[in-house]
């Protein structure tokens, strides 16, 4: 099958990126707007962007109209957020703090979420994770035009781990269990893990081929 974007209206774009890049892991950012109002959204359109400096990119799509949505304002406005990462034991609620709530509600309030205080940013991080990014906003770059997205590079300041996730400069993946967003509903667990390393090129072998 070929399918030609130009051909494609916009829900049927999105099905194709949603089921064919899985799984996606997922930011549970907290930012804080001028009031001090703290936001927890979470975005599958997130990944690692650089390692030094060390940063991270997260794609916030904006509301019908072109508005942005809570995460990228305050972001814009404050130039700080957390990244809270998702794992088998806080999906539930993860997944909560996803509804449509209104600007002026706080969803760290209305489902009565831990807040605790980071070490080089002023927005908090949630105690329902066991790793954070703190990050401080890098660029944002508006993507579309008019603008659809907000592709949002934050630097990393600080990395918060809960200890028995961290051995020997590692951490434990099976430990930690993350959890990832796949398409419509779902989401999935790491599964099998399996290695392959990484070969290394000779020019004996080019000369084989």
């Not at 909560?96 to 489902?111: F, G, R």
């Not at 997205?149 to 028995?164: K, P, Q, R």
Request: with cysteine.
């Amino acid at each position: 099958m070929e399918l030609k974007m130009s051909e494609l209206e916009r829900q049927e774009k999105y099905k194709l990126l949603i089921g064919g890049i899985i799984p996606r892991p997922i930011a549970w950012v907290t930012s804080m707007d001028g009031n001090g109002l703290v936001n927890a959204a979470p975005f599958s359109y997130f990944n690692v962007a650089s390692i030094e400096p060390m940063m991270i990119s997260v794609a916030v799509m904006r509301k019908p109209g072109g508005n942005r949505k809570d995460t990228a304002r305050n972001i814009q406005d404050t130039g700080e957020f957390v990244v809270n990462m998702v794992d088998v034991h806080n999906v539930d609620v993860m997944n909560q703090t996803s509804a449509d709530y209104p600007s002026e509600v706080s969803e760290v309030t209305e489902l009565g979420l831990e807040l605790q205080p980071s070490a080089a940013v002023k927005v908090p991080r949630l105690g329902a994770s066991r790793i954070h990014f703190e990050c401080k906003l890098h660029q944002i770059v508006e993507l579309g035009s008019p603008t659809s997205s907000d592709l949002i590079i934050g630097e990393v300041l600080h990395v918060h781990l809960e200890d028995a996730l961290y051995h020997q400069g590692r951490i434990d993946a099976a430990a930690f269990a993350p959890v990832s967003r796949l398409a419509g509903h779902s989401y999935a667990t790491l599964g099998e893990i399996f290695d392959r390393p990484r070969p290394v090129y000779t020019e004996s072998e080019n000369k084989k081929s």
